[in-house]
């Protein structure tokens, strides 16, 4: 089983600040996904990266791929209150017949006005 | 667009009790899955199908059955709740295997006392 461990788990600052979360593993993954989820809604998808070193950005969002596909990294500029969420971080790796994303158990944002 | 559809959106039972969770989707794709989500947990996959016609079992299967009715639709039973089994469940769904993101229903919440 491949485990995605995020950090940190919860994270509370001002608005106007930056942050970064990670998502870290010692598997290799094909690919890595970010998720933001709002309460009382399922998740929705942010980003895919697929390659080593990737890098992707949305908006004031910036995602990043780790060289050996093992880590990813989300960095949020300028945060706003609409930033608040539960970040979740999905590793793809086929193995054998369990084909699937695994998710980290996620960054609680909140963001202050 | 109203992607991935899960009813209801809550349920209290009983010990013993079962209930079925419904779970449709109108995007045309190939692959369903069932999560459970607890608090620290993160998502945790209970069974998934990868096309019409097959599901397979995931990381926490005991307790539960699936069926995927045709390509639309994926149900969970539960045959006999547990308070164990209080949790939020995400039905998802996605195009196929590989670096597809998933489409998240907005979850039902379920207390079993």
């Known amino acids: 089983t491949q485990l995605l461990e995020q950090s940190p788990q919860f994270l509370s600052i001002q608005e106007g600040e930056n942050l970064t979360v990670y998502c870290n593993s010692s598997?290799?993954?094909?690919?890595l996904q970010w998720y933001r989820q709002e309460p009382g809604e399922g998740p929705v998808l942010l980003v895919t990266?697929?390659?080593?070193?990737e890098v992707k950005k949305l908006k004031r969002l910036t995602f990043q791929f780790g060289d050996a596909r093992k880590d990813s990294s989300l960095h949020i500029t300028a945060a706003q209150p609409g930033d608040t969420g539960l970040y979740l971080c999905?590793?793809?790796?086929?193995?054998?017949?369990?084909?699937?994303?695994?998710f980290g158990s996620g960054t609680q944002l909140t963001v202050l006005p | 667009n109203a992607g991935v559809t899960q009813t209801p959106k809550f349920q209290v039972l009983k010990t013993g009790q079962s209930m079925t969770l419904q779970c449709a989707q109108d995007?045309?794709?190939?692959?369903m899955y069932w999560y459970r989500q607890d608090p620290g947990m993160g998502l945790r996959l209970i069974y998934y199908?990868?096309?019409?016609?097959?599901?397979d079992k995931g990381e926490v299967p005991n307790g539960y059955n699936v069926s995927r009715l045709n390509k639309r639709e994926f149900s969970l039973r539960l045959e006999s709740a547990a308070p164990s089994q209080t949790s939020v469940y995400f039905c998802?769904?996605?195009?196929?295997?590989?670096?597809?993101?998933?489409?998240f229903g907005s979850g039902t919440r379920l207390t079993v006392v």
């Open positions: 199908s990868a096309s019409e016609g097959t599901t």
């Open positions: 990266v697929v390659t080593g070193g």
């Open positions: 998802a769904s996605s195009e196929g295997w590989g670096n597809y993101g998933y489409t």
């Open positions: 598997s290799v993954f094909s690919s």
């Open positions: 995007m045309n794709h190939n692959s």
């Open positions: 999905a590793g793809y790796a086929p193995s054998g017949s369990a084909r699937q994303l695994t």
